[in-house]
């Protein structure tokens, strides 16, 4: 059927009613599909894109194909170089991990970690609970094992001679019938003496027990070879300054009678002291770190 062209002819919009010439009249249109009304030309709400979503082709360059969700990654073991510790005394000990990226008051957790002297041991080294650590630098951190002293004493024990064989005394019915009391006790845990290396020791006797039981230092309980390396004798003590390298084991005794004293053992409390320890990984394996 033909229709006239309507150059002359008339509309009403349906949207506002006022008169358009009908080529000024067109179609309204939503998500793609004619609502029926036709409306001038000037009031056309045009057909809006965000209804053509998955049917219109865009581009979106801030967009990333099948990107996975963000999330935090789970810490990994990490390798640490070979002795990669230092211990600067009292428990003290710095690692060397470079660019750890850590911060202060993290825990840390060693694995197939060497110790260095006696106190410093691997158990020590490798605690289940790991270590809260504080940052020195970009490159290293630092964390204390407890209850590790490195710190040298002078200490001064009382001695007396006491007789009657007294039986808490380690060498009782031993030798002779007198054994020294030190402080005041002839007990064992306390005539059994620890001392540290570096640390200075004096045993201060009245003149006349000294003259009597002069007291010396031995490499063992019978007196077959006295030690005298730092020590000093007067006529009312016997003082010494522990060696490094001083036997593991001393004795102190009276060089006259036998067996009134007791054993000494020495603790080498600077091994290790500021020096890398840890293990090479040839022999050990690589010393690891974890979170």
Known sequence: MAYSSGRYSYGICDKTGFRYASKDLVFEFRNGSKTGLRVGVDVVDPDHPQNFVGRMKFDDPQSI????????????????????????????????????????????RFRNSLGVGSLITQSAMQLANGYSITVLTDDTYKFTIPDISTATESVNYAVTVVGGNPSDHPSYNVGSSNKYAIDGSTATANVQLTFKVGSTYRFTLSSSDMSSHPLRLYLDADKTTQYTTGVTSTSTYTEITVASGAPSTLFYQCSIHGNMGAQITVTEVDAGLNTDFGGPVASSGPVTVES
């Not at 990107?67 to 211990?87: M, V």
């Open 65 to 108: 194909q099948d990107a996975r969700p963000d999330r935090t990654e789970p810490e990994a073991e990490r390798l640490l170089n070979p002795n990669p510790y230092t211990h600067s005394g009292s428990g003290v000990i710095t690692v060397k991990e470079t660019n750890h990226g850590r911060t202060t008051g993290d825990t840390v």
